[in-house]
């Protein structure tokens, strides 16, 4: 049976907000570091998956002992990054979602690496977000709703050259058929008037940035 939903938990920004996250019967899937973080709050991973550089060998024996399985890969002869890795797995699996935690950090380079994983995704038809505790982040092609919760400010960011025939419905300050290019910013920070909102495009693949201060 397919799961409902799997979990990457990757060696960035991680805490008691990300095992909030976790429901019953979720797949836990821990990227290197993210192993660790899993088996030190007594979760069990289905898969740890990684090269292991950013751990010693004894938090490695640490992950081999409390995961259902481990895929690990020499972290110099390896053409993907570990999340990568991961979430081509995860995709595999045919889940109805997958959820990246633990992807957005200090290395800048790894976080967009991470946001060009959405359309990695979104390509195979895949469910995908990211989320931290501050931003859940959602790459679209097509007509999507928007659920009002704890995140305040809704933003929009063109992810291909040009975004065309964009219409908000339920959002503070809406859009008709509008058109947004890399570089505008006319999409940041609006906000939902009612409980939900939608948003339709014609063309193109649009960054869904929720956030809170």
């Known amino acids: 049976?397919?799961?409902?939903?799997?979990?990457?938990?990757?060696?960035?920004?991680?805490?008691?907000?990300?095992?909030?996250?976790?429901?019953e019967n979720?797949?836990?899937?821990?990227?290197?570091?993210?192993?660790?973080?899993?088996?030190?709050?007594?979760?069990?991973?289905?898969?740890?998956?990684?090269?292991?550089?950013?751990?010693?060998?004894?938090?490695?024996?640490e992950i081999e002992?409390?995961?259902?399985?481990?895929?690990s890969c020499d972290p110099v002869m390896k053409?993907?990054?570990?999340?990568e890795m991961a979430l081509a797995w995860a995709i595999e699996q045919q889940p109805a979602e997958i959820v990246l935690l633990g992807v957005l950090g200090s290395r800048f380079d790894?976080?967009?690496?991470?946001?060009?994983?959405?359309?990695?995704?979104?390509?195979?038809?895949?469910n995908c977000r990211i989320l931290d505790e501050t931003n859940e982040i959602r790459l679209i092609d097509r007509q999507s709703t928007i659920e009002q919760d704890h995140f305040d400010h809704i933003s929009l960011l063109p992810f291909t050259p040009e975004v065309t025939g964009i219409t908000l419905t339920g959002f503070l300050y809406p859009l008709k058929?509008?058109?947004?290019?890399?570089?505008?910013?006319?999409?940041?920070?609006?906000?939902?008037?009612?409980?939900?909102g939608?948003?339709?495009?014609?063309?193109?693949?649009?960054?869904?940035?929720?956030s809170k201060d």
Not at 28 to 52: C, E, H, K, Q
Not at 177 to 196: K, M, W
Not at 198 to 210: D, M
Request: hydrophobic residues 45%; negative net charge.
């Open 1 to 23: 049976m397919n799961p409902t939903r799997i979990l990457l938990f990757a060696g960035g920004n991680l805490g008691n907000w990300a095992i909030q996250e976790i429901r």
């Open 26 to 61: 979720d797949w836990l899937v821990g990227v290197d570091r993210g192993a660790l973080f899993l088996v030190r709050n007594g979760l069990v991973p289905r898969l740890s998956i990684g090269d292991f550089d950013s751990v010693s060998i004894e938090e490695m024996a």
């Open 65 to 71: 002992r409390h995961s259902m399985h481990v895929s």
């Open 79 to 83: 053409d993907l990054t570990d999340t």
């Open 110 to 126: 790894h976080m967009l690496a991470n946001l060009h994983l959405l359309n990695k995704a979104l390509q195979t038809g895949t």
């Open 177 to 196: 058929d509008a058109t947004l290019r890399i570089g505008d910013t006319l999409g940041i920070s609006n906000l939902l008037t009612e409980q939900t």
């Open 198 to 210: 939608t948003i339709t495009i014609q063309t193109g693949k649009l960054l869904v940035v929720k």
